[in-house]
């Protein structure tokens, strides 16, 4: 773990990824003292890869992408139509990852963000595993690894747990990974160190967050366990702290997400904050590791 990378979701500091919102980020992402960003690739058609690029090479931070699909572009449909235009919209995502230097792109990369009112058929199954298949033989050429994350069951009907997620990147026969995050484990899982373990050779990124998705150690997540349990199975992947609050606004991620409560409005407080409690966690860790 003392070699993972400790990252930012870049929606702690702003909504708007705007040449200004881009900068900004990545400039108080490396004040807290992080290591790396992560980009939301919401848009990925509008965003500014020369500006990234700059603003990471004048920090030297090193920086991942992640997107939720949305229900018109959702791989998993059974509408050949729909897939085919979340198809082409991952390509471009890899492109843009590819363009600012990320090498992992992760998120709900395998079907729609968003509350399901019916359950995942076996076509739309198959649909996302030809999809992201093709996903991610353009991903290997580019450089980029694929990471799906396992989220709670109002935001997906197909990957609630760690274990569904391991049947999911068996089906699809590529070297693509599975994303754990504390605050949907803490919804789906029975605990928060098991998963670890079971998804341990294929755990290519976390995401570390608060069962409010406030401040860590004010909510329910048992972060011990997630720790110890990270340590056990000498993980080296990066580890980056995701939060939100009504006080930032992305009209397309926000929403979906439910981010309805302010939870805080001084970014610069609480990234530093989780910079902290991320990295002495790591530490304390370490220490039963060597014994
Ligand atoms: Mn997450």
Not at 122 to 129: D, L, P, R, T, Y
Not at 136 to 158: I, P, Q, W
Not at 241 to 256: K, T
Request: proline share 3%.
């Amino acid at each position: 773990m003392s070699q993972s990378l400790i990252g930012c979701h870049a929606l702690v500091w702003t909504g708007n990824f705007d040449k200004a919102g881009i900068i900004d980020s990545v400039v108080r992402t490396h004040k807290a003292g992080f290591d790396l960003i992560e980009f939301p690739l919401m848009d990925p058609d509008t965003f500014d890869i020369p500006a990234a690029r700059q603003a990471l090479a004048d920090t030297g931070l090193a920086v991942s992408a992640s997107l939720g699909l949305p229900e018109d572009e959702d791989i998993s449909s059974d509408d050949p139509a729909v897939v085919e235009a979340g198809r082409r919209r991952l390509l471009s995502a890899v492109d843009v990852a590819a363009g600012i230097g990320a090498t992992q792109l992760c998120g709900v990369i395998y079907g729609s963000m968003r509350k399901h009112m019916d359950p995942l058929s076996e076509k739309g199954w198959a649909n996302s595993v030809e999809a992201l298949r093709a996903v991610a033989d353009h991903a290997a050429a580019a450089g980029v690894s694929l990471a799906v994350e396992v989220v709670n069951r109002y935001e997906t009907n197909m990957l609630n747990t760690g274990k569904q997620a391991l049947r999911f990147i068996e089906s699809l026969d590529r070297p693509v990974t599975v994303h754990l995050d504390t605050y949907h484990m803490n919804i789906e899982e029975s605990d928060l160190f098991q998963p670890f373990l079971d998804c341990s050779a294929q755990l290519g990124y976390v995401h570390i967050g608060e069962s409010h998705r406030g401040y860590l150690g004010t909510g329910s997540v048992d972060f011990e366990s997630t720790f110890k349990a990270l340590g056990r199975i000498g993980y080296t992947g990066p580890i980056t702290f995701e939060s939100f609050s009504s006080a930032v606004v992305s009209p397309s991620l926000s929403r979906m997400l439910g981010i309805w409560r302010n939870l805080w409005d001084d970014s610069d407080h609480l990234a530093a904050h989780a910079n902290r409690f991320i990295r002495d966690h790591i530490a304390a860790v370490e220490t039963i590791s060597l014994h």
